[in-house]
């Protein structure tokens, strides 16, 4: 085991020389370097929050080092360089997922808030009773419970796109769902419990071939492969900075500009307006008025550094590297008796979903723990994905680009050592 | 293998790959459901009891192997039990996975449920072994509901 990581193997080797150096790469990321159990980190849980580079961490210190205070508000140097680095941040979020303006992008705390947002923003002022909502079957509750609570509030009806035996939405009967009282389409571009990269541009097409808005959960996406909201059409699209590399707490909502400009503001208070009395307020613009508070500063100016960390390894060579990852431990666990694969779309990204025959999930979770290796055990808050294979639970090993073939290696020793205890 | 050994000692694997009083009861006056919100783990539990002793105790369900092993060994523990007995090994059992809990005010004796012993030193797992037991807790108070480990 402990030969797993830190050394390089012939086919990490390989990838250093294709371009990307992983065991650099690694060397980045100071958790990386730590033991768990007294075993080296390996660490398969990305999916939950990706690790955060030295880079990054060391934005977040030296912007409370050097450039701490409030934002827009005050005229002292200060307040002045911490505005610029946030609005510095923002720009950055624009030009990663080819937004059009930075105006486009509200700061918010997670992407669970920014779907909430367009909830109870757009949506509640364009959804009448009767109208339709529409999810996919395989949504983190995160795109699930935000349009329950809407259609709770508003009469509207929440239905479902099914999803096949593979896990890829079922495109025939997404479309046939589609009608005059579709209101939103909301839809993951990648699934969180099986991988499954759904097509995105067909999705949107069709959503606005009958006027339906569509808001596109990205969290699982951003990390792994290269977006870009205007080829995908997408009305809203959000995504959270700790799963791409950054702090916790805050998450990003893109929205096209004239749609933003026309909403109602979301939450009331300081930085969102533009000038109170008690007889009329008036609301800042966009993307302010949809930012009441004093946000996290710090993680904004840490996103911006995770975003210029992740710039410089080169989108493409990480979609590569982690592609040729994905392939190799989905043979490598294909290659292992009874561990069956849940999630078997022909195209994926960044997580595999599995058990192991006859022993539960957490059962596994725990063991694989003691040889230091993080993964996720549950339902991964998609409990309908869970209902569609009739299972309570998966084993979820997900990947990042610092992960390498022998933590896969390390992963399937740890699994065939589970069913001998098991045996 | 070793590396395991504090919470999955034989015993559990023992009791996981074949449960003991695993089913129903039917006509069971005294029966309850629990539920892990965490993992999904179900467990029913079944009791009849006679002249203030438990008579028959089953359970059914599915769960990892620590929450069937405890369920298991669990109706083991509590057959032929009072119910004022059943109550104190319960909380000695909890003290022991929450705590590690030494000694007992109430002198209820764990015998093979101190196999469950290292659980406390995951804090992750303490809800699947006090599941059936929060469970049959309720059974036994008449709560004839869905119970949570919350």
Redesign the interface.
């Given at each position: 085991m402990t030969s797993a990581i830190g050394r390089q193997t012939e086919t990490d080797r390989g990838h250093t020389a294709a371009g990307f150096d992983v065991l650099a790469v690694r060397s980045d990321f100071p958790i990386l370097q730590t033991t768990v159990n007294g075993k080296p980190l390996i660490y398969l849980d990305s999916a939950a929050t990706a690790q955060t580079p030295s880079a990054v961490i060391d934005a977040v210190v030296r912007y409370y080092n050097n450039d701490n205070a409030n934002i827009h508000r005050g005229v002292h140097t200060l307040s002045v360089r911490a505005t610029n680095m946030y609005e510095s941040a923002r720009a950055k979020a624009a030009a990663l997922i080819g937004a059009k303006r930075p105006e486009e992008m509200i700061f918010v705390r997670s992407a669970t808030e920014a779907i909430n947002l367009v909830a109870q923003t757009y949506a509640r002022d364009h959804i009448k009773p009767g109208d339709e909502v529409l999810v996919s079957e395989m949504e983190h509750h995160s795109n699930i419970v935000p349009w329950q609570l809407l259609c709770e509030q508003t009469g509207a009806v929440l239905r479902v796109a099914p999803m096949n035996d593979a896990g890829e939405l079922r495109l025939d009967e997404y479309e046939h769902l589609l009608g005059a009282r579709t209101k939103i389409v909301a839809v993951t571009q990648v699934s969180n419990a099986l991988g499954t990269i759904n097509p995105i541009c067909d999705i949107t097409r069709m959503a606005h071939e009958h006027g339906a808005c569509v808001v596109v959960d990205g969290a699982q996406a951003v990390p792994h492969i290269k977006v870009d909201v205007c080829e995908l059409d997408a009305d809203f699209y959000a995504f959270s900075s700790h799963k791409f590399f950054g702090p916790t707490g805050v998450g990003m909502l893109y929205g096209k500009f004239d749609l933003l400009n026309s909403m109602s503001p979301y939450q009331g208070g300081g930085e969102m307006i533009r000038s109170v009395t008690f007889e009329k307020t008036t609301y800042n613009d966009v993307p302010h008025k949809f930012e009441a508070g004093t946000p996290n500063i710090a993680g904004g100016v840490g996103l911006g550094a995770a975003i210029d960390y992740v710039n410089g390894l080169g989108i493409e060579a990480i979609v590569a590297y982690e592609d040729d990852l994905l392939d190799y431990a989905t043979q490598a666990l294909l290659a292992t008796p009874k561990v069956t694969l849940v999630g078997t779309a022909a195209q994926k990204a960044g997580v595999l979903s599995f058990n192991v025959d006859g022993v539960h999930p957490h059962d596994v979770g725990t063991m694989l723990d003691q040889d230091g290796i993080a993964i996720r055990t549950g339902h991964h808050c998609a409990q309908p994905v869970m209902d569609h294979f009739g299972i309570p639970a998966t084993c979820r090993a997900s990947l990042a680009f610092y992960n390498t073939r022998a933590e896969i290696d390390a992963l399937v020793v740890s699994l065939r050592k589970v069913q001998e205890v098991f045996a | 293998?070793s590396?395991?050994n504090d919470?999955?000692q034989e015993l559990i694997?023992d009791h996981?790959r074949q449960p003991r009083n695993r089913g129903s009861i039917d006509g069971a006056a005294l029966v309850a459901e629990g539920f892990n919100p965490?993992?999904?783990?179900r467990v029913e539990v079944f009791v009849t009891v006679v002249d203030g002793v438990i008579d028959q105790i089953k359970f059914d369900g599915?769960?990892?192997?620590?929450s069937t092993a405890s369920a298991s060994l669990m109706t083991e523990s509590l057959k032929g039990k009072t119910l004022a007995e059943a109550k104190a090994l319960f909380r000695r059992f909890r003290d022991m996975v929450v705590d590690d809990a030494e000694d007992s005010e109430d002198g209820a004796e764990l015998g093979k449920l101190a196999v469950f012993s290292g659980v406390c030193r995951?804090p992750?797992?303490v809800k699947?072994a006090t599941l059936a037991w929060h469970t049959v807790s309720a059974a036994l108070d008449r709560a004839d509901g869905l119970v949570t480990t919350e």
């Amino acid at each position: 085991m402990t030969s797993a990581i830190g050394r390089q193997t012939e086919t990490d080797r390989g990838h250093t020389a294709a371009g990307f150096d992983v065991l650099a790469v690694r060397s980045d990321f100071p958790i990386l370097q730590t033991t768990v159990n007294g075993k080296p980190l390996i660490y398969l849980d990305s999916a939950a929050t990706a690790q955060t580079p030295s880079a990054v961490i060391d934005a977040v210190v030296r912007y409370y080092n050097n450039d701490n205070a409030n934002i827009h508000r005050g005229v002292h140097t200060l307040s002045v360089r911490a505005t610029n680095m946030y609005e510095s941040a923002r720009a950055k979020a624009a030009a990663l997922i080819g937004a059009k303006r930075p105006e486009e992008m509200i700061f918010v705390r997670s992407a669970t808030e920014a779907i909430n947002l367009v909830a109870q923003t757009y949506a509640r002022d364009h959804i009448k009773p009767g109208d339709e909502v529409l999810v996919s079957e395989m949504e983190h509750h995160s795109n699930i419970v935000p349009w329950q609570l809407l259609c709770e509030q508003t009469g509207a009806v929440l239905r479902v796109a099914p999803m096949n035996d593979a896990g890829e939405l079922r495109l025939d009967e997404y479309e046939h769902l589609l009608g005059a009282r579709t209101k939103i389409v909301a839809v993951t571009q990648v699934s969180n419990a099986l991988g499954t990269i759904n097509p995105i541009c067909d999705i949107t097409r069709m959503a606005h071939e009958h006027g339906a808005c569509v808001v596109v959960d990205g969290a699982q996406a951003v990390p792994h492969i290269k977006v870009d909201v205007c080829e995908l059409d997408a009305d809203f699209y959000a995504f959270s900075s700790h799963k791409f590399f950054g702090p916790t707490g805050v998450g990003m909502l893109y929205g096209k500009f004239d749609l933003l400009n026309s909403m109602s503001p979301y939450q009331g208070g300081g930085e969102m307006i533009r000038s109170v009395t008690f007889e009329k307020t008036t609301y800042n613009d966009v993307p302010h008025k949809f930012e009441a508070g004093t946000p996290n500063i710090a993680g904004g100016v840490g996103l911006g550094a995770a975003i210029d960390y992740v710039n410089g390894l080169g989108i493409e060579a990480i979609v590569a590297y982690e592609d040729d990852l994905l392939d190799y431990a989905t043979q490598a666990l294909l290659a292992t008796p009874k561990v069956t694969l849940v999630g078997t779309a022909a195209q994926k990204a960044g997580v595999l979903s599995f058990n192991v025959d006859g022993v539960h999930p957490h059962d596994v979770g725990t063991m694989l723990d003691q040889d230091g290796i993080a993964i996720r055990t549950g339902h991964h808050c998609a409990q309908p994905v869970m209902d569609h294979f009739g299972i309570p639970a998966t084993c979820r090993a997900s990947l990042a680009f610092y992960n390498t073939r022998a933590e896969i290696d390390a992963l399937v020793v740890s699994l065939r050592k589970v069913q001998e205890v098991f045996a | 293998m070793s590396d395991f050994n504090d919470l999955y000692q034989e015993l559990i694997l023992d009791h996981n790959r074949q449960p003991r009083n695993r089913g129903s009861i039917d006509g069971a006056a005294l029966v309850a459901e629990g539920f892990n919100p965490l993992c999904g783990d179900r467990v029913e539990v079944f009791v009849t009891v006679v002249d203030g002793v438990i008579d028959q105790i089953k359970f059914d369900g599915t769960g990892c192997a620590i929450s069937t092993a405890s369920a298991s060994l669990m109706t083991e523990s509590l057959k032929g039990k009072t119910l004022a007995e059943a109550k104190a090994l319960f909380r000695r059992f909890r003290d022991m996975v929450v705590d590690d809990a030494e000694d007992s005010e109430d002198g209820a004796e764990l015998g093979k449920l101190a196999v469950f012993s290292g659980v406390c030193r995951y804090p992750a797992r303490v809800k699947c072994a006090t599941l059936a037991w929060h469970t049959v807790s309720a059974a036994l108070d008449r709560a004839d509901g869905l119970v949570t480990t919350e």
